[in-house]
């Protein structure tokens, strides 16, 4: 099944982007799940009436948090009455800062396990959907260090333990709970991870819409997010008598120049502006109809060709891109004795990078982002010995450690 997250900067028409996306799969025969976390429900008011081959969901981050609250307390029951501690009610229970992230990613996992054959999630802006896409690995890392699976084989001695110390040690209920919670985060992961979801960044050509898609560009990358298509959106004709309207479509096509630079391996797909905001299923389909760009189709022969396929550009199965691919160990230790680890970060300087090797991760910094590693299993033997960042690719050298590697003789 294809997942395609659609993001982009506030205001850039993301839901709009991500209806009309579903509207055109519906429109090729597929059966699509649309999914919003949008709380002023929009994509009622874009969609308007039903379409029939299309499911549009909003999901509700309140009812999610209520529900597994209720069912953390349940599963807490004897702790809790041991503390004497007051059990809440359903009723009473609003949700707190996070629970709207945790409902959409649990609603991606879900939809990963349904009959549908394409799943379109309009996500937030951009630095927030980049955050949440990386949630499930950060959460994961966390959970490992605070409850680490090895320790529960001393789960059996934890009666005795209360005992001589006097205290109750963690209930059997906690570590239960976090493998499960670890379950449905590696779930997620794996949603988020896979080579059959794609992230379609949707922006309306400006100069400040040209500052964020780098900023975007980096941060996917970071996170081995692949991008299918650059939706640039609300475009003015070209050629306008009107000086006002002509002044701003040179402003528009000059964005894009530098974008066809930015995104040179990535499929474009430029929407026209109406001259309104589109409403229900005809202006949805109209966008379609009009977009123009360019994209890589693969024939049944094997054979690449280019041609205009609209919105559903990229929706069938992708093969993994350069972004998405992982990153690459290289050994090159026939020439002077290193490893090197590979890592593509297009558009990123070098003064707003940041490395720090601890342990057996790595902490890199790249402008406003920052991701948490760990290391492959061969260069965990390893020690840095170096770092460059040429064309967009950090390249960290790793000398291997004499005492940690086998002799050869």
């Not at 503390?83 to 609603?107: N, S, V």
């Not at 999630?121 to 890392?141: F, G, S």
């Not at 070209?238 to 391996?265: H, I, V, Y």
Request: charged fraction near 25%; charge should be negative.
């Amino acid at each position: 099944m294809r997942t395609v997250l659609v993001t982009g900067p506030g205001g850039a028409g993301r839901t709009t982007v991500a209806a009309a996306t579903a509207l055109a799969a519906v429109r090729r025969g597929k059966r699509v799940l649309l999914l919003s976390a949008d709380r002023d429900d929009t994509l009622r008011a874009v969609l308007g009436d039903d379409v029939p081959g299309l499911r549009a969901a909003r999901i509700d981050p309140g009812a999610h948090f209520r529900e597994e609250l209720l069912a953390l307390q349940d599963r807490a029951t004897a702790a809790l009455d041991l503390l004497g501690a007051a059990r809440l009610d359903g009723e009473e229970l609003t949700e707190l800062p996070g629970a709207e992230q945790l409902a959409l990613l649990h609603a991606l996992r879900n939809a990963a396990a349904g009959d549908h054959e394409l799943t379109v999630v309009d996500l937030p802006p951009t630095p927030q959907a980049i955050a949440l896409l990386a949630l499930p690995e950060q959460l994961r890392r966390y959970l490992r260090r605070l409850l680490p699976p090895e320790r529960q084989a001393a789960r059996a001695l934890r009666p005795v333990l209360a005992q001589l110390a006097g205290v109750p040690m963690p209930a059997q209920w906690l570590y239960e709970t976090a493998a499960r919670w670890d379950r449905e985060l590696a779930a997620v992961q794996a949603v988020i991870e896979a080579e059959t979801t794609t992230v379609r960044l949707v922006a309306e050509p400006g100069p400040a819409a040209a500052d964020a898609m780098r900023t975007a560009r980096l941060g996917l990358a970071l996170h081995e997010l692949a991008i299918d298509t650059l939706v640039p959106n609300r475009l003015l004709p070209r050629g306008s008598a009107d000086t006002w309207l002509a002044t701003l479509a040179t402003q528009q096509e000059k964005c894009l120049d530098e974008w066809s630079s930015l995104f040179p391996d990535v499929t474009h797909c430029e929407l026209p502006h109406l001259g309104r905001d589109p409403r229900g299923a005809d202006d949805l389909w109209l966008l379609d109809a009009e977009s123009t760009g360019t994209g890589a189709e693969l024939t049944a022969d094997g054979e690449i060709v280019f041609g205009r396929q609209g919105l559903a550009t990229e929706l069938g199965p992708p093969g993994p891109g350069p972004v998405g691919d992982p990153w690459v160990v290289e050994d090159e230790r026939d020439e002077d004795g290193v490893l090197v680890w590979c890592i593509p970060l297009p558009g990123a300087t070098k003064k707003d990078l940041g490395l720090v090797r601890r342990g057996d991760e790595l902490l890199l910094t790249v402008g406003p982002f920052r991701r948490i590693v760990a290391l492959p299993s061969a260069l965990r033997r390893c020690t840095v010995s170096g770092a460059g960042l040429t064309d967009g690719e950090l390249r960290v050298r790793f000398t291997p450690d004499p005492d940690l590697w086998p002799r050869t003789r």
